[in-house]
T-cell receptor
Framework: KQEVTQIPAALSVPEGENLVLNCSFTDSAIYNLQWFRQDPGKGLTSLLLIQSSQREQTSGRLNASLDKSSGRSTLYIAASQPGDSATYLCAVRRGAGNNRKLIWGLGTSLAVNP | DGGITQSPKYLFRKEGQNVTLSCEQNLNHDAMYWYRQDPGQGLRLIYYSQIVNDFQKGDIAEGYSVSREKKESFPLTVTSAQKNPTAFYLC???????????FGSGTQLSVL
């Protein structure tokens, strides 16, 4: 059974710091992995999607890596800003053809302090 | 701008009452989903629909019902059979064959 874990549950850093959020999964047979951002009381916004054949994806100050063999993905945020404060969730897709097979982590709540 | 609109933002349910959450999208997406989010738990899939007039149960469909009469709309009814309905409900969509999920802003349902 696939399980997705995000550690730490909460993180507080000063503005400008580079930081890494972690996502671990127990079954390496994944189709893809997505990182999302959720602001308090709001919906989720997709940040990056990494296919199983890829090693990393980049968007602006964000870089997500995937290591299937170790069951781990990291989301790197460069030069963090107070506007980056949010909860970051990762989700693993188990198979092709059906988006419902997403297994979600509980998220890491990030606070970037001015 | 295209997107997903959920309404209302806050909803209160009385004992024994059915309530309906609205989800409308103008992204021309074929697939739509309903998720439930509870503190300390990952998102859980309630129902999903890949095409008009067709939908399938997710992992926690008991006590919920949906319809998909139009491509743009996928309302969720929380029935009186759902004994623990307090949660944040999220609607999402994807284009046909797509993998990127687009979410609405959510509805917080509470019990009076």
């Amino acid at each position: 059974k696939q399980e997705v874990t995000q550690i730490p549950a909460a993180l507080s850093v000063p503005e400008g710091e580079n930081l890494v959020l972690n996502c671990s999964f127990t079954d390496s047979a994944i189709y893809n992995l997505q990182w999302f951002r959720q602001d308090p009381g709001k919906g989720l916004t997709s940040l990056l999607l990494i296919q199983s054949s890829q090693r990393e994806q980049t968007s602006g100050r964000l870089n997500a890596s995937l290591d299937k063999s170790s069951g781990r993905s990291t989301l790197y945020i460069a030069a963090s800003q107070p506007g980056d404060s949010a909860t970051y969730l990762c989700a693993v897709r188990r198979g092709a053809g059906n988006n419902r097979k997403l297994i979600w982590g509980l998220g890491t709540s990030l606070a970037v302090n001015p | 701008d295209g997107g997903i609109t959920q309404s209302p933002k806050y909803l209160f349910r009385k004992e024994g009452q059915n309530v309906t959450l609205s989800c409308e999208q103008n992204l021309n997406h074929d697939a739509m989903y309903w998720y439930r989010q509870d503190p300390g738990q990952g998102l859980r899939l309630i129902y999903y629909s890949q095409i008009v007039n067709d939908f399938q149960k997710g992992d926690i469909a008991e006590g919920y019902s949906v319809s998909r009469e139009k491509k743009e709309s996928f309302p969720l009814t929380v029935t009186s059979a759902q004994k623990n309905p307090t949660a944040f409900y999220l609607c999402a969509s994807t284009r046909q064959g797509g993998e990127k999920l687009f979410f609405g802003s959510g509805t917080q349902l509470s019990v009076l």
